[in-house]
């Protein structure tokens, strides 16, 4: 069984700690279906039009919409289709999560969303604490988004488990540098800090900073090459590593 040593265990959601098919398949439909009522009952709100303008700043935008000079006035429908058109592209852009996260917040809410998280997981948070290891969320998806999956999950509240949040606001998640601002936040050397994630750019990426890196093998996820399994160590699920912590 793979073998660590850190103090910190790092760990991507989508691919990695919950399914992709259930944000693919739940959480941006939801997303799609619901973002323009959001819009209408929020548009006057501050934070609804500070997300509106940092997606009208996203070149996507231009692109979607034509020259500056020949688009309509911003309005909770163009903004909405606009919004279901980036969910199309599964583009990860920090406005973008923002709002998705609102969103999901009320289907989290009235019980229509939970979050799904792989069955090795909670035993394994469960371990890790126990161990005395931290453990650390990056994601693309927004800190509220992450907050609303794992606080009410199919597994209950793993949030007592989760000691940091980290989304873009941090940097991308296939830039070194993003790894090297989390180590730098969390006052730790990159190479106490084990990432873990479904992405082989994410894990060159955290690599290159110097962290720790397992990839995460789960059903539906991208294949990895044999190029990937000889880079980097490989696991199915979290049973399948050996965490210690570094004293
Ligand atoms: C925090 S749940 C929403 C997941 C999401 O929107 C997403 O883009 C997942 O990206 P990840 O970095 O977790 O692979
Ligand atoms: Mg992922």
Known sequence: MPEFTVKLILSDIEGTTTSISFVKDVLFPYAKTHSKAFLEE??????????????????????????????????????????????????????????????????????NIKGHIYADVLPAFKRWHEAGLRLAIYSSGSVKAQQLLFGQSEMGNLLPYVSGHYDTAVGHKQEKESYVNIAKDLDLPAEDILFLTDVVKEAEAARDAGMQVALLNRPGNAPLTDDDKTAFTFVDNFNNLKINLKE
Not at 72 to 85: E, I, M
Not at 89 to 96: A, E, H, M, R
């Open 42 to 111: 929020s548009w006057n709100n501050p934070e609804t039009q500070s997300i509106v303008q940092d997606l009208r700043k996203l070149s996507e935008y231009k692109d979607y919409l034509g020259p500056v000079d020949e688009q309509p006035t911003a309005s909770p429908g163009n903004v909405a289709s606009f919004v279901n058109f980036l969910i199309e592209k599964d583009l990860k852009v920090g406005p973008l999560k923002t709002l998705q996260g609102l969103v999901w917040a009320k289907g989290y809410a009235n019980g």
